[in-house]
């Protein structure tokens, strides 16, 4: 009796141990940091000495803070368009799932994973340096077909009207290769029995697109749709990359990360960032519950 | 000519057309690296007389080149990413696994919190982490790079094996601990053997990661030679006199690994991905 007692609380003390390692990593590198920007969010703090309480004072700032509002608006800009650039994929999913040939099937697959492979960082730098005003690609391109003067360029990059657009259009022709795949697994996983029954209905391909596959596929595109919006609204990456700190000229494209960044080490507003940063969680938190109800309606 | 040929060659036509689509959509795909390519093989003359084109001589002295300036870029991110990956699937193989075979007092608690770790937004915690760091004095090393993936790739990699490892059948661990096996043997036994397909997956994944972090290196490296690839390229590229073919050279080469290991586990990561990424 006493001895498989002993061993049962021993048992219990080994699977602690050997949770330990993730617990602590867990607990330390997530959990704390997250807590701690609650925390310093009270704080007039400038990262080192200077720690003064100020309650929701910098959340009052945020509010009517006009950089940040602007930084919002851009960002609502970009997942709009980021939505918009989603088509592509599911096109490009469905011309794939329809091919007769199973075997150019998979070709295509390897294919368009090819491209997606090259780093991130990498693939941001070609495109700004197709950007580059004098000796980039595109611009070389508009000159050789004479719709441009190559001595006065137009500064995608660095002119505040075409910067906006210069970004979207970024990752032409926009095929994303986890989308690709994870639209292929949805459609695959349509039954056959659907598509009897539309042929015998006499379908046409458009409304088997409309009436059939996208409403089938709609749980695949929504989870997309919430890692792509997750993943906008907290990037900064990109921005970074192609235009500066300061988000491009005038920081017309600062989009509310990079201003968090700037923030917290450019200008030790420590306190005023760690508020920004809850503040772009809220926002995702809520669109996350909202994306909850609308999956569990919808089954 | 009957209906049913007249059907064939519709669609033929639509079998074509889709090709045709995505043959369009490709060549835009492998435009950049395209060019990254062709110019990569040329001197600043060549780039600016014909930007277009492959163009000999080819200059193969840029790689050299650009491999002298990225190398050590390339073993930081090569040693942050082995690293991360191997103790990522380590802690987080053994963490699946006692939650996934025992109940303990606070188990269904701890694994709550652990996914509590998904609902977490990465760009929230970025300030906070960066000062946490400052103060454990591991700002400016490789160390923190391999914590912060580890620690940022446990809930995903947890939550996937334990899901696996609940599906392995029971009798597999009965037979092992009647052999006296003890946890670890179980999961060298039995574990590792079944869920080499599910690790490598992860494994890949969270390697690709890695390799392309960005904004935490940027933060906490501040020696050059510390940087890892990410903030190293950019550094690189945004000299004033640019030599574009060693630059672009540069590029291909911190794409390699990527691509090499792409290559060998293209089966698995393509039906891995399609097959594990949504499951219901």
Same mark, same amino acid.
């Given at each position: ?34 807590l ?16 003064? #309480?100020?309650g ?6 945020a ?43 998979y ?9 997606? !492979? ?11 340096? #197709? ?17 441009i003067? !190559? ?15 210069? !970004? ?35 379908? =046409?391909?458009f ?7 996208l ?41 509310? =990360?990079?201003y %968090? ?5 450019m ?10 940063? %809850? ?5 995702? %938190? ?8 609308f ?5 | 000519?009957?209906?049913? &040929?007249?059907?064939k ?33 040329? *001197? ?25 300036a ?6 930081n ?6 690293? &991360?990956?191997?103790?990522?699937? $380590? ?19 701890l ?23 400052? *103060? ?21 990699c ?9 599906d392995?059948?029971? *009798?597999?661990?009965?037979?092992? &601990?009647?052999?006296? $096996? ?6 060298w ?47 690189? &590229? ?43």
């Amino acid at each position: 009796m006493w001895r498989s007692f002993s061993d049962s609380i021993k048992r219990r003390l080994n699977c602690y141990v050997l949770i330990l390692p993730t617990i602590i990593l867990v607990g330390l590198f997530c959990y704390y940091p997250a807590l701690s920007g609650l925390y310093y969010s009270f704080f007039d703090w400038d990262g080192a000495l200077h720690r003064e #309480f100020m309650g929701l004072g910098n959340y009052m700032e945020a509010l009517t803070d006009k950089r940040l509002l602007w930084a919002f608006f851009i960002i609502l800009i970009f997942v709009v368009a980021n939505m918009v650039k989603m088509i592509p994929s599911i096109i490009v999913a469905l011309a794939i799932f329809h091919l007769k040939s199973k075997r150019s099937q998979y070709l295509y697959r390897v294919l368009f994973v090819i491209p997606m !492979i090259i780093p991130g960082v990498v693939m941001i730098l070609m495109w700004r340096f #197709f950007y580059e005003p004098n000796v980039g690609a595109l611009n070389r391109l508009l000159d050789a077909l004479g719709i441009i003067d !190559i001595s006065s360029p137009p500064m995608w990059l660095a002119s505040p009207y075409l910067v906006i657009p210069s !970004i979207i259009f970024m990752g032409f022709p926009w095929v994303g290769v986890v989308s690709v795949l994870i639209f292929l697994a949805g459609l695959q996983g349509i039954p056959d029995s659907v598509y009897e029954a539309a042929d015998l209905d006499g379908c =046409g391909a458009f409304r088997r697109v409309f009436a059939i596959e996208l409403p089938l596929i709609l749980s695949q595109v929504r989870l997309t749709m919430v890692l792509m919006i997750i993943g906008t609204l907290g990037g900064f990456e990109q921005i970074l990359l192609l235009c500066n700190e300061f988000g491009g000229p005038n920081g017309v494209a600062n989009v509310p =990360g990079l201003y %968090m960044f700037r923030m917290a080490f450019m200008e030790g507003r420590v306190g005023y960032a760690c508020a920004l940063g %809850m503040i772009v969680f809220l926002i995702i %938190m809520g669109l996350t519950i909202i994306n909850e109800k609308f999956v569990r309606i919808d089954k | 000519m009957s209906a049913k &040929s007249g059907m064939k060659s519709k669609s033929m036509f639509a079998e074509m057309s889709r090709h045709t689509l995505i043959l369009f959509v490709l060549l835009f795909a492998f435009f950049p690296l395209y060019m990254m390519l062709q110019i990569s093989l040329k *001197d600043n003359a060549q780039f600016t007389n014909n930007l277009w084109l492959p163009m000999a001589p080819f200059h193969w002295a840029n790689w050299q080149v650009g491999w002298l300036a990225i190398r050590d870029f390339i073993a930081n991110t090569v040693v942050v990413s082995v690293f &991360s990956t191997v103790l990522t699937l $380590a802690f987080a193989t053994i963490t699946a696994y006692v939650f996934a075979r025992y109940k303990f007092f606070g188990s269904e608690f701890l694994f709550f919190l652990l996914l509590g770790v998904m609902m977490m937004v990465g760009v929230a915690s970025l300030v906070p982490l960066f000062t946490l760091l400052r *103060d454990l004095q591991l700002l400016n090393t490789l160390t923190a790079l391999v914590i912060l993936s580890v620690s940022g790739g446990q809930v995903m990699c947890v939550y996937v094996l334990k899901n696996f490892i609940e599906d392995i059948p029971k *009798d597999l661990f009965d037979a092992a &601990s009647i052999d006296g $096996a003890g946890d670890f043997g179980s999961i060298w036994n039995v574990v590792l053997p079944m869920s080499g397909a599910i690790l490598s997956t992860l494994g890949i994944l969270r390697f690709i990661g890695t390799w392309n972090d960005f904004i935490m290196p940027m933060l906490v490296m501040r020696d050059q030679k510390l940087y890892t690839l990410g903030i190293g390229l950019m550094s690189l &590229s945004s000299g004033y006199d640019r030599q574009w073919g060693p630059l672009m050279a540069a590029y291909c080469i911190a794409s390699i690994p990527l691509v090499l290991i792409f290559v060998f586990t293209m089966r698995l990561f393509v039906k891995g991905l399609s097959s594990g990424a949504v499951k219901g």
